[in-house]
């Protein structure tokens, strides 16, 4: 490596005080030095000393710390150590010519501005450049104010998008902590209710879990998206939310239901679609199950009638999943089918009462009892997970 680097500036020793201990190869320098001073550094790439010490006196004349290359290695050599906010790079150079720095220069140093100089002869070779990211060329043989004019103007769109990379950058930390704060205010306003529901009615707490686990392995047998499969996970979680309206002696109650009690747990699909609209405004598949979890695919269900397609398929996979579970449970005044027994009643009524296809996808996941959850199932409860918008 050459060492024709020099340092022609007055300011030399504050300027090699300041060189940073970089490792081989680490290509931002100058970590510790304040951008106000950066700002007023650059380096003037040359081969010919002649015209490279014009450039450089003119601009120390203008207050810059002017540093010196004699070929686009050296400039990069001396980068390695210090910083600089502007580069005047001469095109023709041996080792490496103006527009392969330039090159380079963008990848590891885009911070900096780059200027280049260039004969008349190569304008096209030089507008070329900027489409490489140069700020701007001058064409020698250059008048000095022309250079303190095209300086001054690189130097300020440097400032300028640094300051825009700033602001966006602050922007998106503060739009991102904003978006977490919401996240956690949504949860935990949808937690409450859950728990709610948890202490009103036991049976709901591994209920709810169970349904949403069977929910999210019918998705994804069917092949339904991660965002999909992660907000019918949710909608699951919640999809009895609405028997926190249900009068306690009949969601309790040890026994089969009058027609009168039946009709009123079934209000609570519309009622937990009410209580959840506001907080889950634009989750419409969590919502749709909530409301739409015990349509039948003969249109005899609860609360629209829907048939077939018309219910949303979130809705027709949760069914499958509610009914399921139901059938598999202990309760005070009967007992749980066997798992066979399940699946064959599940069989049984595909087609009048469930989608057939989620049926099929849920044989295709419970192949076997070793599916259903254990006793974790039980005792476990609802813990909301952010589903992915
Ligand atoms: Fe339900």
Redo the contacts with the bound molecule.
């Keep these: 490596m050459s060492h024709r680097v020099s340092f022609a500036s007055p300011h030399q020793d504050s300027v090699t005080a300041s060189r940073t201990l970089d490792a081989p190869g680490q290509l931002h320098a100058g970590a510790s030095m304040p951008e106000s001073a950066i700002a007023r550094r650059c380096l003037v790439v040359d081969d010919e000393p002649r015209l490279r010490q014009a450039l450089v006196r003119l601009m120390q004349g203008d207050g810059f710390t002017c540093l010196e290359a004699g070929s686009g290695v050296e400039a990069l050599a001396v980068l390695k150590n210090e910083p600089v906010a502007l580069v005047l790079s001469d095109m023709r150079m041996p080792a490496m010519d103006g527009q392969e720095l330039l090159r380079q220069l963008r990848v590891g140093y885009p911070d900096i501005a780059v200027v280049m100089i260039t004969a008349v002869a190569e304008v096209e070779v030089a507008v070329a450049c900027l489409s490489l990211g140069a700020m701007d060329y001058i064409t020698k043989p250059f008048v000095f104010e022309e250079v303190r004019a095209r300086v001054a103007q690189a130097l300020e769109k440097r400032r300028l998008l640094a300051d825009n990379r700033d602001y966006q950058e602050r922007l998106e930390v503060r739009v991102k902590a904003q978006a977490e704060r919401l996240e956690t205010l949504f949860l935990a306003s949808i937690q409450s209710l859950a728990d709610a529901l948890e202490l009103k009615d036991p049976y709901t707490r591994g209920h709810s879990v169970r349904v949403s686990q069977y929910g999210v392995a019918i998705a994804r047998a069917m092949g339904l998206s991660p965002t999909l499969t992660a907000q019918i996970e949710l909608g699951g979680h919640l ?2 939310v ?2 926190i309206g249900v009068r306690e002696e009949v969601l309790r109650k040890a026994g089969p239901l009058t027609t009168e009690e039946y009709e009123h747990i079934m209000t ?2 519309v009622l937990g679609w009410r209580i959840l609209q506001p907080l889950l405004g634009e989750n419409l598949v969590a919502l749709n199950i909530v409301r739409s ?2 349509e039948r695919m003969d249109g005899k269900g609860v609360p629209d009638r829907f048939e077939g397609d018309e219910i949303p398929r979130e809705a027709r996979i949760i069914a499958v999943a ?1 009914a399921f579970d139901a059938m598999m449970s202990k309760r005070p005044y009967r007992n749980g089918l066997t798992f066979t027994e399940a699946m064959a009643e599940l069989r049984r009524v595909a087609g009048p009462q469930f989608d057939p296809q989620v049926v099929d996808a849920f044989f295709e996941v419970a192949r076997s009892q070793s599916f259903i959850p254990g006793d974790a199932g039980e005792s476990e409860t609802i813990k909301l997970r952010a589903p992915k918008r």
Excluded: I, R
Aim: glycine share 12%; aromatic share 0%; charged share 35%.
């Design positions: 999809h009895d609405g028997k609570h699909p979890h015990h509610d």
